[in-house]
């Protein structure tokens, strides 16, 4: 598991994140695939996403290990533009359209991007991506790591792992 904020020395957030270049994340999916002979599953949350489909773009159009990136998976995903103020249209970022990959996405139901979760998965399907997903009952976003969590979120919590390892099963599979 990279650790990227320390790589690049950026605070642990959601504006650090736009340090992060497309181009080392899809060297890193090649190294970590040469380095160990597995293929490489890429989890982001929120705000990672948009990168996270970056990485999977570049690598696909600079990569020659065809094998190496088997699948994607998102917890929370947020593809906007910008948050949309109450009632007004969703704006996605341009990526959404242009990804054509496989992903899952895990959607919490307590989140207030929850309404417009449909609608992000047609957009990512229009780029060509096979979109699974899975709706989380009783949590809110960042439910891993809040330090309100509920009793329902650290129990989901504690399942976290078991859910990413179905993802990653669910993606490899579904990558040939």
């Not at 959601?14 to 080392?24: C, R, T």
């Not at 895990?106 to 417009?116: D, H, I, N, T, V």
């Not at 891993?144 to 509920?150: E, G, H, L, Q, S």
């Given at each position: 598991m990279a650790d990227l904020f320390a790589a690049y020395f950026l605070p642990?957030?959601?504006?650090?994140?736009?340090?992060?270049?497309?181009?080392?994340?899809s060297s890193l999916v090649d190294k970590a695939h040469q380095q160990t002979g597995k293929r490489v599953f890429l989890v982001t949350n929120d705000k990672g996403t948009e990168p996270l489909l970056e990485a999977i773009r570049h690598w696909q159009k600079h990569s020659s290990q065809r094998q190496a990136l088997a699948g994607a998976v998102v917890i929370s995903p947020?593809?906007?533009?910008s948050t949309p103020a109450v009632g007004q249209e969703v704006h996605y970022v341009p990526i959404a359209t242009s990804t054509n990959f496989n992903l899952f996405l895990?959607?919490?139901?307590?989140?207030?991007?929850?309404?417009?979760f449909r609608e992000m998965v047609e957009k990512l399907e229009q780029?060509?991506?096979?979109?699974?997903?899975?709706?989380?009952?009783d949590v809110r976003d960042r439910f891993?790591?809040?330090?309100?969590?509920?009793d329902e979120e650290q129990a989901l919590t504690g399942k976290l792992p078991l859910l990413l390892h179905r993802a990653v099963r669910l993606t490899g599979n579904a990558s040939g």
């Open positions: 642990v957030s959601s504006s650090g994140m736009n340090g992060f270049l497309a181009k080392d994340i947020y593809l906007y533009t895990m959607q919490p139901k307590l989140s207030p991007k929850y309404w417009q780029g060509g991506s096979d979109v699974y997903t899975q709706k989380l009952d891993f790591f809040r330090p309100d969590a509920t």
